[in-house]
Nanobody, 118 residues
Framework: QVQLVESGGGLVLAGGSLTLSCAAS????????MAWYRQAPGKQRELVASITSGGNTNYADSLKGRFTISRDNAKKTLYLQMNSLKPEDTAVYYC????????????WGQGTQVTVSS
């Protein structure tokens, strides 16, 4: 089993920055992809960014340039650096780990709240 624990959320003023972390533990194999998703009140969960174990990244078009995803495979930790935050970035941010070649093996964290005030 895999456990994902997010941290780093909080309240920040518009224009500020936050760095989220996701610590993974358990039986994790190579070939996984990790990602950040977010869900704002009344909206569907959406992809923020993803990163393969080899470091290839993918971002939601609207967030390119402000958010940076990274990972430390040795520490089994995923990061999301968020800059120039806007009130519309307010959401619960979730860490996700999955295996693209093995559908059905996917894990989610509990989420961390990010609130951006104007």
């Amino acid at each position: 089993q895999v456990q994902l624990v997010e941290s780093g959320g909080g309240l920040v003023l518009a224009g500020g920055s936050l760095t989220l972390s996701c610590a993974a533990s358990g039986s994790i194999s190579s070939g996984n992809t990790m990602a950040w998703y977010r869900q704002a009140p009344g909206k569907q969960r959406e992809l923020v960014a993803s990163i393969t174990s080899g470091g290839n990244t993918n971002y939601a078009d609207s967030l390119k340039g402000r958010f940076t995803i990274s990972r430390d495979n040795a520490k089994k930790t995923l990061y999301l650096q968020m800059n120039s935050l806007k009130p519309e970035d307010t959401a619960v941010y979730y860490c996700h780990l999955y295996y693209p070649r093995t559908p059905g093996y996917a894990y989610w964290g509990q989420g961390t709240q990010v609130t951006v005030s104007s």
